[in-house]
């Protein structure tokens, strides 16, 4: 079945650590994105892709980096986690092309403890 | 750039009740709005969406009406039911290729239904 797959779902991690979140989708989609959300609050969207080797920074600043060598895969990394960074992280997909847009469909989310 | 305001932020219902919750849009090149439903602890998902050549659009229970004129558009829930419960996100595209295709998503509604 065509879904979108986040891992880990839960992390708890220390300050200074590097991590990699991880995104993948087999909706066959070109454009991925990631948010980051906390709880039932506003969507940040941080980082988007309109396919491999294309990587873009979103509306807010985030410390994280992202990188796009699949078309399926889009993994988010963070090089050196803080408290601050403490949220939930969802990444998303849609088709891309020049009609009126296309819906959005997300996965299941990472949610992010840094102590 | 796009701005997307939401109202209200809460709403509390009796089930069988109607909730009504409301969006602004600041450019009138936006041309895509969809509605998330976004239930604790899961993924937000697309209930339902309008495009900028349609006024109303119903499912079942659930209807959304576009005013271009004023820059509003509107989500109606009526019968509410207690599975109703959950975190409603407007957002608004302006479609096509670049960033403009992007979701700009409001701060969302908690919406309540009591039994």
């Known amino acids: 079945e065509a879904d979108i797959y986040q891992t880990p779902r839960y992390l708890v991690i220390g300050t200074g650590k590097k991590i990699t979140l991880e995104c993948s989708q087999t909706m066959g989609h070109d454009k991925m994105y990631w948010y980051q959300q906390d709880p039932g609050m506003e969507l940040h969207l941080i980082h988007y892709s309109y396919g491999v080797n294309s990587t873009e920074k979103g509306d807010l600043s985030s410390e994280s980096t992202v990188s796009r060598i699949r078309t399926e895969h889009f993994p988010l990394t963070l090089e050196s986690a803080r408290p601050s960074h403490t949220s939930q992280y969802l990444c998303?997909?849609?088709?891309?092309?020049?009609?009126?847009?296309?819906?959005?469909?997300f996965g299941p989310g990472t949610r992010l403890t840094v102590t | 750039g796009e701005n997307v305001e939401q109202h209200p932020s809460t709403l509390s219902v009796q089930e069988g009740d109607s909730a009504v919750i409301k969006c602004t849009y600041s450019d009138s090149a936006s041309n895509y709005f969809p509605w998330y439903k976004q239930e604790l602890g899961k993924r937000p998902q697309l209930i339902i969406d309008i495009r900028s050549n349609v006024g109303e659009k119903k499912d079942q229970r659930i209807a959304v009406t576009l005013n271009k004129t004023a820059k509003h558009f509107s989500l109606h829930i009526t019968e509410t039911q207690p599975e109703d419960s959950a975190v409603y996100f407007c957002a608004a595209s302006m479609g096509g290729g670049g960033s403009q295709g992007n979701l700009i998503f409001g701060k969302g509604t908690k919406l309540s239904v009591k039994p």
């Open positions: 998303a997909s849609s088709e891309y092309g020049q009609r009126p847009s296309y819906e959005q469909y």
